[in-house]
């Protein structure tokens, strides 16, 4: 997985790349979480996420509570095909924010 | 006996289990489904419910310890029913203690077993025969 942000006002983008498991998940929350304590509002493009496991599921899950818990939101952006099935596996179209 | 234009196959690898590997497990099961004459969306799924089946294996049978151990992925096909045997050497499964979360109780974790179970038509955990401690067999017949 690789990642760049790029910032826009009070709204911060993580484009993540690649295959999305319980490997890479720690990486990816250092990236996500210090934007939302920062209050930041995240935006997370999936575009070129070609898989994504039960542990990346639980990094959406966790950024999205962790916002929310703070006043802020995550929305996943362009979500690619692969990433949306397992979204919608778990239920989560209605729960997280999509976009 | 069934009809079926799937071919036959038997094909197996062993696997250090960490999880750095996983990336690997998905490699060789895609390798082996490209063989099969099943659809994309299919093979993806099949490629979840093992990867999140051999992530278990890091996660619980090895607490994620380092170790040297190896597991074993062994993917079958004939008449089309796949069956699919997970062995490993970790702790051994205490079966009634698998369960997936709620699926409406929202929280991090817990999802990987549903995935599993929501996928394949059979899941079911067996002692492992030496030198095995636990083995698993996912199966789904693919001629549906």
């Known amino acids: 997985m690789t990642y760049k942000v790029t910032e826009e ?44 496991d039960s542990s990346g599921i639980s990094v959406l899950i966790e950024s999205h509570q962790k916002a929310m818990e703070l006043g802020t939101k995550v929305t996943l952006k362009e979500i690619s095909k692969s990433v949306l099935k397992v979204i919608m596996m778990a239920k989560l179209e209605q729960i997280l924010n999509l976009d | 006996m069934e009809q079926t234009n799937i071919i036959d196959l038997d094909e197996k690898r062993d696997f250090e289990v960490n999880s ?19 659809n994309q969306e299919l093979k993806d799924e ?8 051999a992530q278990n294996i890091v996660k619980h049978a090895y607490n994620n310890e380092q170790t040297e151990d190896k597991m074993e ?8 029913h796949l069956e699919i045997g997970f062995f490993d050497k970790g702790r ?23 995935f599993i ?20 067999i996912l199966s789904k017949n693919l001629n549906n």
């Open chain 2, 46 to 53: 099949l490629v979840l419910a093992i990867a999140e089946a």
């Open chain 1, 9 to 52: 006002g009070n709204i911060s983008t993580v484009h993540l790349d690649g295959e999305i498991d319980m490997d890479v998940t720690e990486k990816a929350k250092e990236v996500i979480m210090p934007l939302i304590e920062a209050k930041k509002e995240v935006h997370l493009n999936l575009k070129e996420v070609q898989y994504m």
């Open chain 2, 20 to 38: 750095s590997n996983l990336k690997h497990v998905r490699s060789f099961c895609r390798e082996v489904f490209e063989k099969l004459n099943i």
């Open chain 2, 92 to 114: 051994p499964v205490e079966k009634d203690k698998i369960r997936h979360r709620k699926i409406d109780d929202i929280k991090p974790g817990g999802l990987g077993t549903f």
């Open chain 2, 73 to 80: 992925i062994k993917i079958s096909v004939s008449d089309g």
């Open chain 2, 117 to 136: 179970q929501q996928i394949m038509d059979a899941v079911v955990f067996k002692e492992g025969e030496k030198p095995w401690i636990n083995h698993l």
